[in-house]
């Protein structure tokens, strides 16, 4: 498994910007898919985005589609989360996670990531 720690979280207006990065350690950063997930208080921990090993193809939920852009530097052992045109429905803590390596394809489901960070929060204020 591999340690995740994410930074960038903070309080914005309402069509804003943050860019949040989750760093990895250890040496096989490369063989994980990485995710966001994203959990609101009272709601359940809901994907936002995707990236396969090799940054080829990214995957993002319909909300923010358009609006995110999920990067990844292998070489830094970093995931990125690039989010414009932010919502006060955006609000909530913002988790990046490492997809099962067993796991081929991409998934959006939050039991198949097997390591996640500690969270990191979004607020964003109307």
């Known amino acids: 498994q591999v340690q995740l720690v994410e930074s960038g979280g903070g309080l914005v207006q309402a069509g804003g910007s943050l860019r949040l990065s989750c760093t990895a350690s250890g040496r096989t950063f490369s063989s994980y898919v990485m995710g966001w997930f994203r959990q609101a208080p009272g709601k359940e921990r809901e994907f936002v985005a995707a990236v396969t090993r090799s940054a080829g193809h990214t995957y993002y939920s319909d909300f923010v589609k358009g609006r995110f852009t999920i990067s990844r530097d292998n070489a830094k052992n970093t995931v990125y989360l690039q989010m414009n045109s932010l919502k006060p429905e955006d609000t909530a803590v913002y988790y990046c996670?490492?997809?099962?390596?067993?796991?081929?394809?991409?998934?959006?489901?939050?039991?198949?990531?097997?390591?996640w960070g500690q969270g990191t929060q979004v607020t964003v204020s109307s």
């Open positions: 996670a490492a997809q099962d390596p067993g796991i081929v394809v991409v998934t959006t489901t939050p039991r198949t990531y097997k390591s």
